[in-house]
């Protein structure tokens, strides 16, 4: 009745073992572990115990684990 | 004698039956894998699960796996209850130092997973991400925020029930991220209760997803205005009465006709209804409501006297009024005070 013609979605996560490697790699590594770095939306500290996502928006941004935060990420996708 | 060779036939018999009925089974078990490769994943993401005691090289197989059958079962059984409504499932791809910069460049939203010790807040926040990223998209945007909240988080949750263990990630959604958001927002909250009220009753996914889905469908990418979030509110007000409603005997029959959303609702429920009069009562509403202009027609009943009056009457609807251009059943369990009920839905299809 209703074409169902939706494809797989692609998630796209970053395993823990992967963090510090890659955050080296975008040149970040020493910001993020000197607690330079601050979620885009409410500009919290972004540490191990509350980095949620990152993405591209002139330059990488980081957000935090607040649901308002994650809320404002889906306008991004 | 004629027993013992009885006996020995019987044997031999089996003998040669019992090797294909082996090759029967294995080739059944196939089968059915490949018609559920989610069920597959699931059992493989058992076994990476207790060879992480002893080995911790399979992590990331057994999150990747663990979260793609999870998600993939409640995305199936979302598509049963309204087709077409979240994607088929999903791909899960590992982001390294490799590929960072291409992702990045993609504009994709990379979601962190940390190690299989704090696999609850990961599932959680895969299943998050799911639905923020790929639900109802382009549909979404039509909503007030508190019902975009709302129905994100009835959907994580939804997502989150169908997993088969202790149900400790769902433990973990109810303490962290639901419990601290309702109770940070009154208004979310009643919102979300009207949400939740509406799953049990079914009407979650089949009417006001579908509904808005389709809504989305016309509009996107328009911008949305005041008028699309008034419409959308009031769809969901129209709804709230059925949500709460028990008997069925206050509100039996309704329809929305606006702009971009058009249904109406018909239960057959009433008691004595159908023994005195048949099908020809509903039948002619239903007829009134196309002419009035709704395009899905939801024809609920529960039970199995209402269910079987349901198919009829849908079948009649559908031979005599050539309006009515398709229709879909979906069969479900219904909550009538606590006590769970089989229930059906039909969804008639009205062309212009």
């Given at each position: 009745?209703e074409?169902n013609?939706?494809k ?6 970053l395993?823990?073992?992967?963090l510090l490697p890659?955050?080296e790699?975008l040149?970040?590594?020493d910001?993020f572990l ?5 979620c885009?939306f409410c500009g919290?500290?972004?540490?191990e ?5 990152f993405f591209e ?8 684990t607040?649901?308002?935060c994650i809320?404002?990420i889906?306008?991004k996708? | 004698m004629?027993?013992?060779n ?8 089996l003998?040669i039956i ?7 089974l294995?080739l059944?078990?196939v089968?059915y894998l490949y ?6 994943d ?6 990476d699960?207790?060879s992480l005691?002893?080995?911790?090289g399979?992590?990331?197989q057994?999150i ?7 998600i ?9 209850e309204?087709?077409?409504l979240v994607?088929?499932?999903v791909?899960?791809?590992w982001?390294?130092q490799?590929?960072?910069e291409?992702f990045?460049r993609k504009?994709?939203v ?11 807040r ?5 299943a998050?991400h799911y639905?923020?990223k790929?639900v109802l998209?382009t549909?979404?945007?039509y ?7 709302a129905l ?6 939804k997502?989150?029930c169908?997993?088969?263990d202790?149900g400790t ?11 601290p958001?309702l109770?940070?927002?009154t ?8 949400v939740?009220?509406?799953e049990?009753k079914?009407l979650?996914?089949?009417?006001l997803l ?6 989305g469908k ?9 008028r699309e ?6 769809f969901?007000?129209f709804l ?6 028990e008997?069925?005997n206050?509100?039996r029959?309704w329809e929305?006709?606006r702009d971009?959303?058009?249904m ?6 009433q008691l004595?209804k159908l023994?005195?009069e048949?099908y020809?009562p ?10 009035r202009g709704a395009?899905n027609i939801?024809l609920f009943g529960?039970?199995?006297n209402?269910i ?6 849908a ?7 050539p309006?009515?251009v398709?229709y879909?059943?979906?069969k ?8 769970k009920?089989p229930?059906i839905?039909?969804v ?5």
């Open positions: 009745m074409e013609n939706i797989k979605e692609e998630l796209e996560f395993h823990d073992n992967d890659v955050l790699k040149g970040l590594k910001d000197a607690g330079k770095i601050k885009a919290s500290v972004i540490t115990n509350n980095l949620y996502s928006d002139n330059g990488v941004k980081f957000c935090c607040k649901e308002s809320k404002e889906e306008k996708q | 004629d027993g013992v009885t006996i020995t036939i019987a044997w031999g018999s003998k019992l090797p294909w009925s082996g090759w029967l294995l059944a078990l089968v018609k559920h490769p989610e069920e597959f699931a059992w493989l993401a058992k076994i699960r207790f005691k002893f080995w911790s399979r992590e990331k057994f990747q796996r663990d979260i793609r059958s999870r993939n079962r409640a995305s199936k059984k979302i598509n049963k309204s087709e077409g994607t088929k499932g791909e899960i791809v982001v390294n490799e590929n960072i291409s990045l504009g994709k990379i979601v962190r997973m940390q190690h299989h010790q704090n696999h609850d990961n599932v959680v926040n895969a998050t639905v923020t790929g998209h549909s979404k945007i909503l007030s925020e508190e019902m975009q909240t994100n988080l009835a959907l994580i949750k997502i989150l169908e997993e088969e202790s990630s769902t433990d973990y959604f109810f303490a962290n991220v639901l419990r958001t109770s940070a927002n208004n979310l909250n009643k919102t979300y209760d009207v939740e009220k509406m049990r079914g979650f996914t089949r009417i579908r509904e808005i889905r389709l809504m016309k509009l996107y990418p328009s911008t949305p205005t005041n979030f008034r419409e959308t509110n009031d969901f007000n709230e009465p059925f949500a709460s409603l008997t069925g206050s509100i029959d929305f006709v971009d959303i058009k109406g609702i018909l239960f057959v429920a004595g023994e005195h048949g020809r509903y039948i002619k509403r239903i007829n009134e409501k196309i002419t395009q939801y529960r039970k199995p209402n079987k009056a349901v198919k009829e009457i079948k009649q609807l559908r031979a005599e009024n309006k009515v398709d879909r059943v979906e479900y369990d219904s909550f009538l005070r606590s006590e009920l229930a839905c039909i008639l299809k009205a062309g212009r």
